[in-house]
């Protein structure tokens, strides 16, 4: 592939990206305005921006996101499933917090299912787009070139982040 088009590929990322988060932020305060309950505007604003991630991805035409390597499957599921115990582990020590909460079924499940979407989101705008164009374009086989990706993309995820400062 040209060159020029792979920094094109990454910069179309990056623009995605934050346009994608600008609008969730958008969509966030209108529904703030416009809905009583902070967990359902809250949930309403995620599915937003889960719209807008798969929209993207169809329109930069880069379907082969969702396309998988079943030994990578593997291992990403072990490793993810480490983490998740760890996480369980520690979420146990606040269970009697959580019992104390008064939030309502429904809250609760607008509280997971943003939790589902965040990470969805998340992970196919960083990792699937921005981290996929550096590695197209520092080269997808030394070891240097996919930490460097990865460390950029992970920047990108941090600056993106600076938003929740306030």
Avoid at 52 to 66: C, D, E, G, K, P
Avoid at 83 to 88: G, H, P, R
């Amino acid at each position: 592939m040209p060159r020029r088009e792979i920094w094109k590929d990454g910069l179309l990322a990056i623009a995605v990206t934050v346009i994608s988060l600008e609008l969730y932020h958008l969509a966030g305060l209108i529904l703030d305005a416009a809905v009583s309950d902070s967990f359902l505007s809250d949930f309403l604003a995620q599915l937003v921006f889960a719209i807008l991630v798969l929209i993207s991805v169809l329109l930069i035409r880069q379907t082969a996101l969702f396309r998988c390597d079943a030994s990578l499957l593997k291992k990403g599921w072990l490793s993810g499933g480490l983490l998740i115990a760890s996480i369980l582990y520690f979420g146990l020590t606040d269970i009697p917090l959580i019992l104390e909460a008064t939030a309502t079924p429904a809250q609760w499940l607008c509280l997971l299912g943003q939790a589902v979407l965040i990470g969805f989101c998340e992970e196919v705008l960083f990792r699937g787009l921005i981290q996929r164009a550096f590695h197209r374009r520092l080269g997808e086989d030394s070891f240097g070139s996919v930490f460097l990706a990865i460390v950029l993309s992970g920047l990108i995820f941090g600056c993106a982040h600076l938003l929740n400062a306030d």
